[in-house]
């Protein structure tokens, strides 16, 4: 999920409360968000590419 989707189900949306329990600051948060970070099983991770998708091969 986005990370705003993350911080908005367990945080209530509360982006400085979500910062201060990953023991960064706000604007390290905001930086994620506008890089695109997800949430997947608990883990945060940053997209690296846009992959191309190929037909599969019958």
Do not use: C
């Amino acid at each position: 999920m986005k990370l705003t989707e993350y911080i908005e189900k367990y945080f209530d949306g509360n982006k400085a409360a979500f910062a201060k329990s990953e023991g960064v600051l706000a604007p390290q948060v905001h930086q994620w968000i506008d890089k695109g970070f997800i949430v997947i099983d608990g883990v945060l991770y940053s997209p690296r590419r846009e992959l191309k998708v190929k037909e599969l091969q019958k």
